[in-house]
């Protein structure tokens, strides 16, 4: 079964940036979705964005459009949630994921923690 490693998380500044990575343990197969969720302190997992594996079509939460930037490396098995102006309130644990179907939550990392401070 695959695994998910997150790294990139951490403390940073209001209109910061900080750059999440996912690397996978295998391939995946150009159907695959990856994807970022998170959680904020006291509240429920909520979708962040998703990449499709064969055609790079990616997914946005509104709260995050214009602000986050996903990306995938094939070659790398790796998805990457690249996040500028960053606001207090996207302070939570994000979550990697991937799966065959939407949303994409077969598998899930063990997530990282991503603090804004004002």
């Known amino acids: 079964q695959v695994q998910l490693a997150e790294s990139g998380g951490g403390l940073v500044q209001t209109g910061g940036s900080l750059r999440l990575s996912c690397t996978a343990s295998?391939?995946?197969?150009?159907?695959?979705?990856m994807g970022w969720f998170r959680q904020p302190p006291g509240k429920e997992r909520e979708f962040v964005a998703a990449?499709?594996?064969?055609?790079?079509?990616?997914t946005y939460a509104d709260s995050v459009k214009g602000r986050f930037t996903i990306s995938r490396d094939r070659t790398k098995n790796t998805a990457y949630l690249q996040m500028d102006s960053l606001k207090p309130e996207d302070t939570a644990v994000y979550y990697c994921?991937?799966?065959?179907?939407?949303?994409?939550?077969?598998?899930w990392g063990q997530g990282v923690q991503v603090t804004v401070s004002s």
């Open positions: 295998e391939r995946l197969y150009s159907s695959y979705i």
């Open positions: 994921t991937c799966g065959s179907t939407w949303p994409p939550q077969t598998t």
């Open positions: 990449v499709r594996q064969g055609t790079g079509g990616t």
